[in-house]
């Protein structure tokens, strides 16, 4: 198998700020300023690689999402060129770094859609590129998202391509596509049950059904049951309890409540499974991703804010950490966040063109870990 690289934040001498020191020493007295919270960053995770054509670098990195420490998947929105200069100075034909180190952002080009969806293992190294379904996010801009439902033996992995109007879901390998929601280029306005307009993240419950955020052109959730049969939505344009302004992301958790990320109202709702709506939480600047944790709270990455923000599930704020820049440990626009069995945390970067690892410190607070629902066990079969 070819190999490339995932946008690692390497500056290569372009002139930008290499960032404080990575390492908190444990014990330390004096000093630190703890600004990867109860993380250390993972050095070059991922390793550096060439899939990607020569003159070209992996362009907005979209979605993530750990099944096990050795097996994290990784949605790319293809391939953009690299320029030739930055601010007068030559760009090295082998640059390595994050493609928000150039002081761009990852979403200024037209990508070539290439390499869309990668499994990395815990060292960093590409093991597998589903290349043959790249041809599905052709004429638009790569995936969305990327997702497992806890509850699923079978492991299924769910990607949500906003600009093509589909949600898709493969078997576990990448052999099989399962199931296609929505129409390829064509798009539904809000009481349309059967078309999306740029749908963004997915959410599971215990029986097996499902929600769609949609999303970045929709004002709504919709609910399908565990065969991909509508169930029902709801949703309309507006600042009012149950009106969504970009419902970015969705989550659910043990008792069925869905929370949706209403981004540009900056504000967490959350409804029962009928759609009812229950509670807002206000004044959470531009929720890019949630998720509920194993143990119970709502995490929320905030575009914005470049930080990571820990909710009790009655919407009381109980830690933050995080740093915009695009130096290793740094974020720039967290669009997806996942962790491993082991503690480690994911996160996919889309304006900074990047996905990060970061490690637990030893002796860091368990509380201010991030805890992914657990899988259930594989299937025997698979």
Same mark, same amino acid.
């Given at each position: 198998?070819?190999?490339?690289?995932?946008?690692?934040?390497?500056?290569?001498?372009?002139?930008?700020?290499?960032?404080?020191?990575?390492?908190?020493?444990?014990?330390?007295?004096?000093?630190?300023?703890?600004?990867?919270?109860?993380?250390?960053?993972?050095?070059?995770?991922?390793?550096?690689?060439?899939?990607?054509?020569?003159?070209?670098?992996?362009?907005?990195?979209?979605?993530?999402?750990?099944?096990?420490?050795?097996?994290?998947?990784?949605?790319?929105?293809?391939?953009?060129?690299?320029?030739?200069?930055?601010?007068?100075?030559?760009?090295?034909?082998?640059?390595?770094?994050?493609?928000?180190?150039?002081?761009?952002?990852?979403?200024?080009?037209?990508?070539?859609?290439?390499?869309?969806?990668?499994?990395?293992?815990?060292?960093?190294?590409?093991?597998?590129?589903?290349?043959?379904?790249?041809?599905?996010?052709?004429?638009?801009?790569?995936?969305?998202?990327?997702?497992?439902?806890?509850?699923?033996?079978?492991?299924?992995?769910?990607?949500?391509?906003?600009?093509?109007?589909?949600?898709?879901?493969?078997?576990?390998?990448?052999?099989?596509?399962?199931?296609?929601?929505?129409?390829?280029?064509?798009?539904?306005?809000?009481?349309?049950?059967?078309?999306?307009?740029?749908?963004?993240?997915?959410?599971?419950?215990?029986?097996?059904?499902?929600?769609?955020?949609?999303?970045?052109?929709?004002?709504?959730?919709?609910?399908? !049951?565990? +065969? @991909?049969?509508? $169930?029902?939505? *709801?949703? =309309?344009?507006? #600042? %009012? &309890? /149950?009106?969504?302004?970009?419902?970015?992301?969705?989550?659910?958790?043990?008792?069925?409540?869905?929370?949706?990320?209403?981004?540009?109202?900056?504000?967490?709702?959350?409804?029962?499974?009928?759609?009812?709506?229950?509670?807002?939480?206000?004044?959470?600047?531009?929720?890019?991703?949630?998720?509920?944790?194993?143990?119970?709270?709502?995490?929320?990455?905030?575009?914005?804010?470049?930080?990571?923000?820990?909710? !009790?599930? +009655? @919407?009381?704020? $109980?830690?933050? *950490?995080? =740093?915009?820049? #695009? %130096? &290793? /440990?740094?974020?720039?626009?967290?669009?997806?966040?996942?962790?491993?069995?082991?503690?480690?945390?994911?996160?996919?970067?889309?304006?900074?063109?990047?996905?990060?690892?970061?490690?637990?410190?030893?002796?860091?607070?368990?509380?201010?870990?991030?805890?992914?629902?657990?899988?259930?066990?594989?299937?025997?079969?698979?």
């Amino acid at each position: 198998m070819r190999s490339w690289i995932l946008a690692l934040s390497i500056v290569l001498g372009l002139g930008v700020a290499a960032g404080p020191s990575l390492a908190v020493m444990q014990g330390q007295e004096k000093g630190g300023d703890d600004y990867t919270g109860p993380y250390t960053v993972v050095p070059k995770w991922p390793v550096p690689s060439r899939l990607a054509k020569p003159g070209r670098i992996f362009g907005s990195t979209s979605g993530i999402w750990a099944e096990t420490p050795n097996r994290v998947y990784v949605s790319v929105r293809g391939e953009i060129i690299l320029p030739e200069t930055v601010n007068g100075r030559k760009v090295p034909p082998n640059f390595t770094g994050a493609f928000g180190a150039l002081g761009m952002q990852a979403t200024s080009q037209v990508p070539d859609m290439r390499n869309c969806i990668l499994i990395l293992d815990a060292s960093g190294n590409i093991v597998e590129a589903w290349t043959q379904w790249d041809q599905l996010f052709q004429d638009g801009r790569g995936p969305h998202q990327i997702i497992m439902s806890p509850y699923d033996p079978e492991r299924a992995v769910w990607v949500v391509d906003d600009m093509r109007h589909q949600v898709f879901k493969f078997s576990n390998d990448g052999k099989k596509l399962l199931l296609t929601l929505g129409e390829s280029g064509i798009f539904g306005d809000n009481d349309d049950p059967t078309h999306f307009r740029r749908p963004t993240d997915v959410a599971f419950l215990a029986d097996g059904s499902f929600f769609v955020s949609d999303g970045d052109g929709n004002t709504r959730v919709l609910k399908f !049951d565990k +065969n @991909g049969k509508f $169930l029902k939505m *709801w949703g =309309t344009k507006g #600042t %009012a &309890p /149950g009106q969504f302004d970009t419902p970015h992301a969705i989550a659910t958790d043990r008792n069925g409540r869905v929370y949706v990320a209403d981004r540009s109202n900056d504000r967490i709702q959350i409804f029962d499974a009928e759609g009812k709506f229950l509670d807002q939480w206000q004044n959470i600047r531009n929720p890019y991703t949630i998720r509920v944790s194993e143990d119970g709270f709502l995490w929320v990455s905030s575009g914005v804010l470049n930080e990571f923000l820990k909710y !009790d599930l +009655n @919407g009381k704020l $109980l830690y933050h *950490w995080g =740093t915009y820049g #695009t %130096a &290793p /440990g740094e974020m720039w626009s967290v669009h997806e966040f996942s962790a491993d069995s082991d503690g480690n945390l994911y996160v996919a970067e889309v304006f900074g063109g990047r996905a990060q690892k970061f490690a637990p410190r030893p002796g860091a607070d368990p509380a201010k870990i991030f805890r992914q629902q657990r899988l259930m066990p594989k299937n025997a079969s698979n």
